[in-house]
């Protein structure tokens, strides 16, 4: 997929956000989930965003990923992303941090009371 | 007595002798006299001819002194001043009655002498200068060239903002040092110093603005129909070529005006169209611009000015070498309007966009945004849910269908059913390209594609009649199976 990379590149990173580097919220990591919200696509969006739009648009991708397909630094992929965000374009989920997630044991013993509360 | 008549006698006849030989002798004077009368004029008219000669020549000394005089003074001078600038006039022989002269001739070929000697050292001078610069900025190229890849490095590697700011920033200024250098190589003939591979125009385009401080006030759009690309020899000219064009004109206009660059595709090649609103060039600025830009004349480093300008000049000796042309005219609004146009024939390519996915920054195709939404709709509104074959195809969004379907819109839906992975081509037509779809990308969303299109009530409730089985059937399982210590204890 990528034949191209050993060779240098002839549109610079920058130029997808105007030089910025800061995104508009601080809430986004390279794992945050996104998904697209679902709007239509306009001709106000820079062709860039549309990209993004576009891919996201069968399912829901990590920045990362996102960035990766757009050749792009996450930095940048973040900038655009919060633009997006902002927009209501797009949806971002913060990922879940390991030690928040359910303990299985827990839930095994909620089924098994279901189980016996049916039984 | 006889002796005095004999004495008188001799007297008289030695008188006589006398007399006759005086009578003789002053004939002889007289004829002397006349004689030397007649010299004597003739000497005198010789006398004054001469001093009347001697006195023209004298005037002719002087006037041939004056004329070396007006040579050294006036005449070298004016022709120094002409060989820098070809305006200037030389001005003739001072006395116009020395025309055609030997000293007429023998002047103008020391004149000739002169311009040639000064001709040739100036070339040479400027020859050395330019392999001093060619040396320095080559060498300087491929650092910044190093610097540019690792900056690119960085900026992957890490993500703080901040110092994705300033790594960003350090970019952006490096592409501006590496423009200049690149220009002042090209104008001292070294080669672009790059070579890249075939490369989709408009990501040219974009990259080209993306080199020049003011770059978002560029607003790019997008005629191509097709995926049209400049073969990899060229990029880089063509690039440098935009580049000085765009800087002219973000040059030349004010820092809140846009300066509007138009990709359109001709019949036998592509062309860059660059319009600004600014302030314009006046009739000999575009004049000395279109010299420049022809590529013609051999280039001399003194002729930029100072602080040198060599963006034009750059560029017009790409163009030569390269064999594409530029143009720039004033614009019908007021500004300046610059055309670079590529010849198809050599210099351009169309590329396939899944093996070679486009840029994300590059313009789209400007006529995708109406027919876009339609084509898009269509599909999707279809009330079968598509087969899982077609399904890529048909909930591709953007471009992919809205380009083939722009020019032909009637075969394009009869065609889609039976070919599921690339538009059909109409007959006759260009192969057209799809838009910006890697093609793993595909294989991906394939599946989670499926779950797009809407379902019809029949598939949901059988969907959901699974789930309960499912379950009914594992509650079955777990109540068959030997009790576990918890289900034990309840029952």
């Known amino acids: ?119 | 007595m006889t002796s005095i008549p004999e004495a008188l006698l001799w007297c008289l006849s030695a008188g006589t002798a006398a007399a006759v030989v005086l009578a003789a002798l002053l004939v002889r004077t007289h004829k002397q006299r006349a004689d030397l009368r007649q010299r004597l004029t003739a000497s005198e008219e010789q006398n004054s001819a001469t001093l009347h000669s001697n006195t023209e020549l004298s005037a002719r000394l002087r006037a041939t002194e004056a004329e070396i005089r007006h040579l050294a003074g006036a005449r070298l001078p004016d022709l120094t001043m002409a060989l820098a600038h070809p305006h200037v006039p030389v001005r003739g022989l001072l006395d116009s009655r020395f025309a055609g002269s030997e000293t007429d001739h023998a002047l103008t070929a020391v004149l000739e002498q002169i311009g040639q000697a000064v001709t040739s050292e100036r070339q040479r001078v400027d020859a050395a200068a330019q392999s001093t610069l060619r040396g320095a900025t080559t060498t300087i190229q491929a650092l910044l060239y190093r610097l540019q890849t690792a900056l690119q490095d960085m900026q992957h590697r890490y993500d703080d903002p901040q110092i994705a700011q300033d790594l960003l920033d350090a970019d952006f200024l490096n592409e501006q040092a590496l423009r200049r250098i690149q220009a002042t190589s090209v104008v001292c003939g070294a080669w672009p110093g790059l070579t890249r591979e075939d490369s989709y125009l408009a990501e040219l385009v974009v990259g080209a603005t993306s080199r020049l401080r003011g770059y978002e006030r560029v607003q790019v759009s997008n005629q191509l129909r097709d995926p049209v690309a400049v073969v990899a020899r060229a990029v880089e000219p063509i690039a440098i070529t935009v580049t000085e064009l765009l800087a002219n004109a973000l040059h030349h206009s004010h820092q809140e005006l846009p300066v509007t660059v138009t990709l359109q595709q001709g019949n036998r090649g592509a062309s860059v169209i660059i319009d600004d609103y600014g302030v314009g060039m006046h009739d000999d600025e575009i004049k000395h611009a279109m010299e420049l830009l022809s590529g013609d004349d051999d280039l001399l480093l003194t002729q930029l000015g100072d602080p040198p300008r060599s963006g034009f000049a750059a560029a017009g000796q790409l163009v030569r070498q390269y064999g594409y042309g530029v143009h720039v005219e004033p614009s019908p609004y007021g500004g300046v309007r610059a055309v670079v146009y590529i010849p198809g024939d050599p210099l351009l390519t169309v590329l396939d966009e899944s093996a070679q996915p486009m840029s994300v920054m590059a313009p789209l195709p400007h006529r995708a945004g109406v027919p876009d939404r339609s084509s898009s709709v269509l599909p999707t509104g279809a009330s079968t849910p598509p087969p899982a074959a077609h399904a890529p195809s048909a909930v591709r969004p953007a471009a992919a269908p809205a380009q083939t379907a722009a020019p032909t819109p009637a075969p394009d839906p009869a065609a889609r059913p039976d070919a599921p992975a690339a538009p059909a081509p109409a007959e006759g037509e260009l192969p057209r390209r799809r838009r910006r779809k890697p093609v793993s990308e595909d294989e991906q969303s394939a599946p989670r594609a499926e779950s797009i299109p809407p379902r019809s009530p029949e598939e949901t409730a059988s969907r959901w009649a699974a789930l309960q089985q499912g379950t009914e059937s594992g509650r079955a399982a777990a109540q068959s199976e030997p009790p576990r210590s918890p289900e034990g204890n309840a029952h």
């Open chain 1, 1 to 119: 997929m990528t034949p191209r990379q050993s060779n240098r590149r002839l549109v610079p990173a920058y130029l997808a956000t105007g030089g910025r580097a800061r995104p508009s919220r601080n809430t986004l990591d390279r794992l945050s989930l996104l998904h697209s919200a679902g709007m239509p696509v306009t001709s106000e969006v820079r062709p860039e965003e549309r990209r993004i739009l576009e891919l996201l648009q069968p399912g829901a991708l990590s920045l990362a990923e996102v960035a990766a397909h757009l050749h792009l630094p996450v930095s940048v992929v973040k900038v655009l992303v919060a633009d997006l965000v902002d927009a209501g374009r797009l949806h971002a989920r913060v990922p879940i941090p390991e030690a928040e997630q359910f303990d299985r044991q827990i839930l095994e013993r909620v089924l098994d009371g279901l189980r016996s509360l049916k039984s």
